[in-house]
């Protein structure tokens, strides 16, 4: 494979005398991650992303009303993980009566048990109520809700944790961008690559159906579709995203390939004889790969806005979701409760701050011309 | 004013196209055609009845004369005779923070004018509104805010008063009478009547406004119901129309309220454009209506605002006053869709009233910024919310079922948490104060999960796969108790449908919100198309006009409720004169209702608005401060 077709350090065919001390030159990725790192501000970014991955795995034994692990008559269970997935809950705890309120129960109805407990004991779906956890007062409600000891961004007018929804809305708020992101690039690269390789009829209906996509406003399809879908889920509104936000990467994609396909590298695969498939997914797609990345970064970004958008219009994710934008949502209500609009508002803003500072530190560190200026 | 129950939707309710509240509402019938109230029959009833001669009518009838009032003058007599808890001065000085406080502001702004030199003839006032509307003409009206508007814009000849009583006003009625054996109602007119375009309003409008509205050709959405009671309407002479029932019933008063329009205006043109919105020449009486009540529509910015002017030959004939003088030079209708914006609007003086949520009440108009211009007062308003039940799906067909939702909400918290403790629960439809609650008002439900679960494993909604979820063998088939909730987009209702959906997780059963376009979800609500919806109704003049949403198969019945009981207490109530055993009638079908819980009955919305310093003469009814008689007729401004 001809990794170097566009990279600068250095040239492969060296003269056979090689010394023993020279290096072997870096291939064209782990130049890019050395470039990349050097710039603080996107290794800033990049590192509060993986932060963000890391509470959203997190978040319920950050914040939740469900033991981590316990031990209940004899048996070990992880009730937590039912904020990822209710069915994962077991129905022990239904059949005994539990009513998703552990603290209590699990003590009265086995003296023995034991539980590891999160951090914080608040929900994201809930108002904590008086003497569910011991030493803990109930949630303030209304305009009580200024953040406190209990409560470290506040409560929403019903008394349900701030900093409880925004945890668990941190996983919305990722997958949201991933998700999405992953359709689109799936469906940009693979059309933009055919329409680049094979030129001709193909780029030519390929690109008219890209640009019809592109007239396809993304908020309103949206909209239709929770009109239709009966059991809208978050996914439903990841696949629009993705099913509408793949041009711009299609377009890319497409140019790379018509700079590529007619490179030395890709004549001598044709001769010979590799299928064209193959050509373009093996051979030139991870030449053609890094320009794309950028606006892939940039779609995450402008998918946690369009998913906080429409949480906040009241159209997102269906209740009771933990999302930011429906926080905030919740916040225009009474701008006075500030702590409602203050803290999601500065977790969408450094979200996508976060992947914009990447998506531009990829940029710069995989384009030769941004990379070193005034060489 | 017409009776009528309205949909609540304040903004979106549940039908929430349907909102009463002009100085009039409406009743039943939704959707393009009418299609729920059998309009055929009444028009082929129509072609076989000749009716007979005046004389004839009259020395056989046994006129009884019917109450014909000048609703402001009655009220000013009243008024005369009370003493208010705090003057004027006082009343604006002070901050709203306890009922005692809403009273002594209730008491001293209901205060009707006296004195002409009171009020500022020249003032304008900037009402909100949430939505546009969908057409000026008042026979097309369905929502709160075409009630509004056609309530100023339109001519009425009946109406009701702050106790809810059916009259017939006198600006507009010489005399009303009805026949002894209840079957007839004649109706003189005044001569002194004109439309805005300068023709005399005369007998025979009301005669063409009847066909008009029972043609079936015309998509006429709300006003129909009611007046498809009614065998046929005859005019005599200009001033004289006769109305025929088909039945005598108690809710007669109230059938032969429908709105009249202009003759002249659509005699010739409805042929060539049923819908009456969509030729050239209905456009053009669309946007510049010929109206026949105080107010002209003198501009209409879609979406932005809609202002009425004062109509001069409303209360001057040939130069001379016959009417009172509108108290407002110009009515300015402003739509703003968002509640924060609306209240933004009116700390800054560009709207004079709006109607507070709950939220706004207690925690952003308490501050001097508010009351800097503004004061606020609360009334009582029999609107009623709950969560309605399909009973034909699997899940809700079985009473106990729906008993255990009744069980398993969380009152306490929705009161106390959500509504700041301003609202009160709902045991049924009638509220305690009304004549036709029933006298021992049912029990509350409270939150009983243990109880709820009880019923639940009594109806086979056990957890029979032990996968935690509650389901039951239907048809050899394992069915998971997984519904969803329609809900309208309202951050309010939604948070109220997320309680229900956690209390019942404790129990073991799903349930999926789904916010929804409030036109999506009327016309889901129409079609029956769901599992569970949350919503409201408001309350109607007469208890009768519940029908259409108890009865079995009527247009408002969304959930296929039917008890027939029920239906034939209705029938009792309409043929019963007496008003004491019409209570005892339609307490008997509160308490049936209650008992089959079609309903998850949760709390009774009260009116809460904010006002103007300026504005006086506000008086609130069941029906908020504006849809009864006098209503916005006795609001003015001071100098």
């Known amino acids: ?375 | 004013m017409r009776r009528s129950r309205r949909c609540v939707s304040s903004g979106y309710g549940f039908l929430v196209g349907l909102a009463l509240a002009g100085v009039a509402s409406l009743t039943t019938a939704i959707g393009p055609g009418g299609s729920c109230c059998q309009a055929a029959e009444p028009n082929a009833a129509d072609e076989k009845f000749t009716p007979p001669p005046l004389a004839e009518l009259d020395a056989q009838a046994g006129w009884i004369d019917q109450p014909v009032v000048d609703t402001l003058a009655a009220l000013r007599k009243q008024q005369a005779g009370e003493k208010p808890r705090a003057t004027i001065a006082a009343a604006l000085a002070m901050k709203n923070k306890s009922r005692p406080d809403n009273e002594k502001i209730a008491g001293a702004l209901g205060r009707v004018a006296t004195d002409d030199a009171q009020i500022d003839y020249e003032a304008n006032i900037n009402r909100h509104i949430r939505r546009d509307v969908k057409s000026t003409n008042p026979i097309m009206m369905s929502a709160t805010e075409e009630f509004d508007i056609a309530g100023l814009t339109g001519l009425s000849f009946f109406g009701f008063d702050w106790r809810l009583e059916p009259l017939a006003t006198a600006e507009t009625v010489v005399s009303w009478q009805t026949s002894k054996d209840r079957l007839m109602d004649k109706l003189v007119i005044r001569k002194d009547l004109t439309w805005s375009d300068g023709r005399p309003i005369t007998a025979h409008d009301v005669e063409f406004s009847y066909h008009t509205i029972m043609n079936d050709k015309v998509p006429v959405p709300a006003v129909r119901s009611g007046t498809d009671k009614l065998k046929a309407v005859h005019a005599y002479d200009d001033q004289t129309v006769v109305f025929f029932h088909k039945e005598a019933l108690a809710t007669n008063v109230w059938n032969i309220n429908f709105p009249v329009i202009a003759k002249h205006i659509y005699e010739n043109s409805l042929a060539d454009d049923y819908t009456m919105q969509e030729s050239k020449y209905h456009v053009r009486y669309e946007n510049d209506p010929v109206c026949g009540g105080p107010y002209t529509i003198t501009k209409r910015v879609r979406r932005q605002e809609i202002v009425l002017t004062r109509r001069e030959s409303y209360y001057l004939h040939e130069g001379k006053q016959v009417r009172d003088k509108p108290y407002f030079r110009e009515i300015r209708f402003r739509i703003l869709e968002d509640g924060n914006i609306a209240l933004l609007a009116m700390k800054n003086g560009e709207i004079d009233e709006m109607i507070l949520t709950a939220e706004q009440w207690v925690t952003q108009t308490g501050d001097d910024d508010y009351y800097r211009l503004n004061t606020k007062i609360s009334g009582l308003e029999w609107t009623y919310f709950g969560f309605n039940w399909n009973q034909k799906t699997a899940y809700f067909s079985d009473v106990r079922v729906r008993k255990a939702m009744a069980h398993a909400f969380d009152y306490r918290e929705m009161l106390d948490k959500m509504f700041y403790g301003l609202y009160e629960q709902s045991n049924g439809m009638f509220h305690k104060g009304a004549w036709m609650a029933p006298k021992k008002p049912p029990a509350f439900y409270k939150q009983d999960l243990d109880k709820a679960e009880e019923l639940l494993d009594a109806a086979g909604w056990d957890d029979h796969d032990g996968d935690g979820i509650r389901d039951k063998k239907i048809d050899g088939k394992l069915v998971k108790f997984e519904f969803s909730l329609l809900c309208p987009s309202i951050p309010e209702r939604i948070k109220l449908c997320a309680l229900l959906k956690e209390n019942l997780a404790q129990i073991g059963i799903i349930c999926n919100v789904r916010q929804l376009e409030s036109t999506v979800m009327n016309d889901r609500l129409l079609k029956h198309e769901f599992q569970a919806a949350f919503g409201g109704w408001g309350t109607g003049t007469d208890p009768d006009t519940s029908d259409n949403i108890w009865a079995t198969g009527e247009g408002r019945n969304f959930g296929y409720y039917s008890n027939p009981k029920v239906d034939d207490l209705y029938k009792q109530g309409r043929l019963e004169f007496d008003r004491k055993k019409r209570g005892e009638i339609y307490g008997r079908i509160h308490e049936l209702i209650y008992e089959d819980q079609p309903y998850t009955f949760l709390y009774f919305r009260d009116a809460f608005y904010g006002f103007n310093k300026k504005l006086r003469g506000i008086n609130f009814t069941p029906r908020g401060p504006y849809h009864y008689g006098p209503g916005f007729n006795s609001i003015y401004k001071v100098k």
């Open chain 1, 1 to 375: 494979m001809v990794r170097a077709a566009t990279s600068t350090s250095g040239s492969v065919d060296a003269p056979p005398p090689v010394p023993e001390t020279a290096h072997h030159s870096r291939g064209f990725w782990a130049e890019a991650w050395r470039q990349f790192r050097r710039r603080k501000l996107a290794m800033a970014a990049f590192c509060s992303v993986w932060f963000l991955v890391v509470v959203a795995l997190l978040a319920p034994a950050i914040a939740g009303t469900k033991p981590i692990v316990c031990r209940y008559k004899g048996e070990l269970y992880f009730p937590a993980l039912a904020y990822f997935n209710e069915s994962w809950e077991n129905p022990i705890f239904f059949n005994d009566k539990f009513r998703k309120i552990y603290p209590k129960n699990l003590k009265k109805k086995d003296p023995e048990s034991w539980a590891v407990w999160p951090l914080f004991y608040q929900d994201p779906f809930r108002r904590i109520k008086e003497g569910e956890w011991e030493g803990q007062p109930e949630n303030p409600s209304g305009d009580q809700g200024a953040p406190n000891k209990y409560n470290l961004f506040g409560t929403n007018q019903q008394g349900i944790d701030v900093f409880a929804q925004m945890v668990h809305g941190t996983t919305i708020a990722l997958l949201v961008g991933f998700v999405s992101m992953g359709i689109a690039s799936l469906i940009g690269i693979t059309f933009g690559a055919v329409a680049g390789y094979l030129g001709g009829w193909a780029d030519m209906v390929l690109s008219r159906i890209t640009e019809v996509v592109m007239c396809v406003p993304t908020l309103i399809l949206i909209l239709a579709l929770l009109a239709i879908v009966e059991k809208t889920t978050i996914w439903h509104i990841m696949a629009v995203i993705g099913c509408t936000g793949w041009t711009s990467i299609a377009r890319l994609a497409r140019a790379e390939f018509l700079k590529l396909r007619d490179s030395d590298f890709v004549i001598a695969a044709r001769a010979l004889g590799v299928g064209w498939p193959r050509i373009i997914f093996r051979h030139v797609l991870p030449n053609a790969l890094a320009p794309v990345l950028v606006p892939i970064t940039f779609g995450i970004a402008s998918a946690i806005l369009t998913e906080s958008s429409l949480s906040f219009l009241g159209f997102g994710a269906p209740p009771p979701n933990p999302s930011w934008g429906t926080l905030l949502n919740s916040g225009r209500d009474n701008m006075h409760l500030w702590w409602l609009i203050v803290f999601p508002g500065a977790a969408i803003f450094l979200a996508v701050l976060a992947y914009n500072l990447i998506g531009e530190g990829l940029q710069e560190a995989t384009d030769p011309r941004l990379r070193d200026p005034g060489r």
